[in-house]
């Protein structure tokens, strides 16, 4: 089992950046696929960004694409998500989730909330 807590949200102006970490327990972090998700109010939650279980082959949604970096750290157990030139609509809480197969997210955080202001 793995339990996941985001942290890093926060207010920022349109333009500006934040960096979302995502610390996991458990001793097998490294075998597990991460990635983020968003819920806008009144939205269902969408993918942002994954990352495989060694670093590699990251992807991200159109809407992210050249703004958001996602990356990790095995030896701390933590999943990054670097959000630069952020936007209004990035506003949303952000959730980190762990995948045994890069398909199907079991493992979730409690969320961390990103307000971008206009």
């Known amino acids: 089992q793995v339990q996941l807590v985001e942290s890093g949200g926060g207010l920022v102006q349109t333009g500006g950046s934040l960096r979302l970490s995502c610390a996991a327990s458990?001793?097998?972090?490294?075998?597990?696929?991460m990635g983020w998700f968003r819920q806008a109010p009144g939205k269902e939650r969408d993918f942002v960004a994954a990352?495989?279980?060694?670093?590699?082959?990251?992807n991200y949604a159109d809407s992210v694409k050249g703004r958001f970096t996602i990356s990790r750290d095995n030896a701390r157990n933590t999943v990054y998500l670097q959000m630069n030139s952020l936007k209004p609509e990035d506003t949303a809480v952000y959730y980190c989730?762990?995948?045994?197969?890069?398909?199907?997210?079991?493992?979730w955080g409690q969320g961390t909330q990103v307000t971008v202001s206009s």
């Open positions: 989730a762990a995948s045994s197969d890069y398909a199907t997210y079991r493992y």
């Open positions: 458990g001793r097998t972090f490294s075998s597990y696929a």
């Open positions: 990352i495989s279980w060694s670093g590699g082959n990251p």
